[in-house]
């Protein structure tokens, strides 16, 4: 029994989902793959959305650009953490560019980087990181007369995936007038959810993320994105419960009739989120088992979980079969909906211990 987690990536699907945004958007598309992709593997995400005709990739540090390997000549990876004191010798020893987030970064790159490419990210109303719209608009008179390097000005929605809040049309209105001080360098305000909130959002270039990865940018509407990702586990064993037992730490799940419970080699020191679990008041996350959507019994714990496989045939399930945890009916986004989470929370969380598998569908 070799493997007993699998993690299988559709290539194909992501690509698609890539083209999908970038149609839609009408304007440049790049790819937000920070988190080593959003814990799907970031070379092999860059490799399949290079071939797709993405561009311009995104990642949080220094670190992970470096983790990246080579980066085709033709394309540009911007570092969104920018370049601290600390972060300066590996910056330039980089083919990335720096998001500069501050004026103290802007000001350490114009002295240290030598003219070398940067992105400026604007802070228009998620105070998180950026130079203030003033910093933004004090920083403009230099920026025309001297040799900026600046290639892409950013900004960052905080509520795009509620498309009716009041700070989405704040922020494009801020961005349009900050880019307005910045004529001629490209701008780049949305994420996956921005996607939707139409032209005014999309300046001259996206930076989906999630919503490549099969997560719904669109909470509350139908997905329009492909899915993705698969999670499948074996089961170690299959068990007959009396009526009135329970299951699991905490015996949190009781037995209402005599069960067959199937016992799943995957918990949540494998990023399976524990929040998922199933008691007597709450039901949990399901699994798919012999295609049958099934649902969990007690407690997720570190390394096993328990799913409910009553309602199958005797023998439909046995020792070493492939359940499905994501996948088929069970959207990244039912999973993180049952654990309370968003779909990015249960991505980033899965392992490393998954036997990964990247699928050309
Ligand atoms: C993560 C991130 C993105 C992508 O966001 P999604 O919501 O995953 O599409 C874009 N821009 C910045 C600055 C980010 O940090």
Redesign the pocket.
Known sequence: MHSPLRLTLDTAALQHNWRWLAERSGVACGA?I?ANAYGLGAPEALKALHAAGCRDF?VTTWDEAGRLGAVPEDAALSV?HGVGSGDLAAALASSAKPVLNSVEQVGRWKAEGQGRPCDVMVDTGMNRLGVSVDEAAALAPRIRTENHGITLL?S?LACAEQPEHALNQRQIELFREVRLLYRGIPGSLA???GIFLGNSAHCDMV?????LFGVNPTPGRRNPMQPVVQLQARVVQVRNVPKGDTIGYNATWTAKHAARIAVAAVGYADGYPRAASASDTTPGSDAIVADTRCPLAGRVSMDLLAVDVTALAENAVRRGDLITLIGGMIGVDDLAAAAETIG?EVLVNLGRRYHRVYRDS
Do not use: C
């Open positions: 937000a920070k995104f969104l950013i960052h994420n996956s959810s930076r989906p993320g999630a919503a990015y």
